[in-house]
């Protein structure tokens, strides 16, 4: 079965030092990967995503993500935080092979606190 | 941003009455999709479409009914509102089905007492 495993429930760091969320998936074929961030009271906003090809790859407001093949992983990192980066963070993979209604598999999200 | 609405966007009511909520999009995309997020339970999917009069269940689609009249709109109806239906809604569109990235509405919360 397909899964999205994050392992950490909460991160704080302090603003201006690097962040590494990470991402574990369980996927029977190659897998479509994002990242979406949600701040309070809004919708989920997609960071970045990987379908193919280099296994680095950028997203908005300063964010990348690594594509492990062998490790299962796609991790997101950012060099230095933002106070306005405090939001909760979610992986998905997709799409669900065995429903086929395209659904995306999230994980169970990271909130993200940042120390001034 | 993709262009999507949902309305209303924040609701209260009382058990056993109809409510329906709208999802708008001005992409023309093909498929939608409604999830509902729980604290604990993530994003799961009540309901999608793959077309215009073209729906089908998700995994948490008990309760709830949907319909799809026009490419920009997909009605969620919660025929009888119950507690457990207290969540927050989205919508969620793409342009293919699967592997493909689905852009999010900005959600209902949905409060039934």
């Known amino acids: 079965a397909q899964s999205v495993t994050q392992p950490d429930i909460h991160i704080t760091v302090s603003e201006g030092a690097s962040l590494e969320l990470r991402c574990n998936y369980s996927?029977?074929?190659?897998?479509?990967l994002f990242w979406y961030v949600q701040s309070p009271g809004q919708g989920l906003q997609l960071l970045l995503k990987y379908f193919s090809g280099d296994t680095l790859v950028q997203g908005i407001k300063g964010f990348e993500a690594e594509f492990k093949r062998s490790q299962s992983s796609f991790n997101l990192r950012k060099p230095s935080v933002h106070w306005s980066d405090a939001a909760e963070y979610f992986c998905?993979?997709?799409?669900?092979?065995?429903?086929?209604?395209?659904?995306?598999?999230f994980g169970q999200g990271t909130t993200l606190q940042v120390k001034p | 941003d993709a262009g999507i609405t949902q309305s209303p966007r924040h609701k209260v009511t009382e058990t056993g009455t109809p409510v329906t909520l709208r999802c708008h999009q001005t992409e023309n995309h093909r498929y939608m999709y409604w999830y509902r997020q729980d604290p604990g339970h993530g994003l799961r999917l009540i309901h999608y479409s793959y077309g215009v009069k073209d729906t089908d269940k998700g995994e948490v689609s008990d309760g709830y009914s949907v319909s799809r009249s026009k490419t920009e709109d997909f009605l969620l109806t919660l025929e009888s509102a119950t507690s457990s239906q207290t969540s927050v809604y989205f919508c969620?569109?793409?342009?293919?089905?699967?592997?493909?990235?689905?852009?999010f509405g900005p959600g209902t919360r949905l409060t039934v007492t």
């Open positions: 996927y029977g074929a190659t897998p479509y």
């Open positions: 998905a993979v997709g799409p669900e092979v065995s429903s086929n209604t395209g659904k995306l598999i």
């Open positions: 969620a569109i793409s342009a293919e089905l699967g592997g493909v990235e689905q852009y």
